[in-house]
């Protein structure tokens, strides 16, 4: 009955948990395990780790410490930033491994239990940024240098591309003006950031100024006074983008986080 009970506990764990032998081949997966590789148990029955990914280089640093724990005999505790093989978005993983040893102490493989971790892992990114941005922004009281520190600490971490436009009031140093905004509004690119060189997706130079429509992310959050979270296939938003050509569509092709 204990066996029995074992069983069933391995089988339904809410962790995801597998055994490995010594030459890094699947002997067991449990239901969770098998959800997040996308397949069936018996699909991956002694069949080598690496065959089993569609990317092995990706999954290299997960069969290294598989072969670690069979060359040191010890356990060994792993983080990871990946994709699940059943998923599109990235992940947070911990993951505990352990040599598996028969009573007389041989070495019979490695067990492993993990865990999607992305939650935890995004509130400490998130009071990483915190702190970092309380000490990198607004260290002075020019609000051009000020959208440049905003804008260069965003990227990566928020974001593959940002930009920051005011009014052009705000640019001369007036303080912001209060009542309605006006159905279509100019604002001033002063600063953006990119990953890639050259900030292709920019649509608008530095310094120059474009006419947003009232319809546009950038009126909405300024007529709300609430951030706007759009995508792709908004009419709004493919519309507005439409008008800077084809160039101006690339911020929204970028990987989402």
Not at 59 to 83: A, C, D, I, K, M
Not at 85 to 102: D, K, Q, T, V, Y
Not at 182 to 205: F, K, P
Not at 221 to 249: E, F, I, K, N, Y
Request: overall charge negative.
């Amino acid at each position: 009955r204990g066996r029995d009970l074992g069983e069933l506990a391995f089988k339904q764990a809410s962790v995801s948990m597998s055994v490995f032998d010594t030459e890094q081949r699947y002997l067991r997966m449990n239901d969770t395990a098998c959800r997040i590789m996308g397949v069936q148990e018996a699909e991956v029955l002694y069949r080598y780790f690496p065959d089993t990914v569609e990317n092995a280089e990706h999954s290299r640093g997960f069969f290294n410490h598989l072969r670690q724990v069979v060359e040191t005999g010890r356990p060994v505790h792993y983080e990871s930033w990946t994709r699940a093989p059943s998923g599109l978005r990235m992940h947070a993983w911990n993951i505990e491994m352990w040599p598996l040893r028969a009573p007389s102490g041989q070495l019979l493989g490695v067990s492993l239990a993990g865990y999607d971790s992305t939650e935890q892992y995004r509130a400490r990114q998130r009071l990483a940024l915190l702190s970092k941005s309380a000490a990198a922004i607004g260290t002075t009281l020019d609000v051009i240098h000020t959208a440049r520190e905003l804008a260069q600490l965003a990227v990566p971490e928020l974001a593959d591309f940002v930009s920051v436009d005011l009014l052009d009031s705000v640019v001369e140093g007036e303080e912001p003006t209060g009542g309605p905004v006006e159905a279509d509004v100019e604002l001033r690119r002063v600063a953006h950031h990119s990953r890639t060189a050259g900030v292709q997706e920019a649509a608008i130079d530095l310094g120059a100024a474009d006419v947003y429509p009232s319809s546009s992310p950038p009126v909405r959050a300024l007529v709300t006074g609430h951030a706007v979270l759009t995508r792709t296939g908004d009419p709004d938003v493919d519309g507005w983008l439409s008008r800077h050509g084809a160039q101006a569509a690339r911020p929204h092709q970028a990987d989402r986080r």
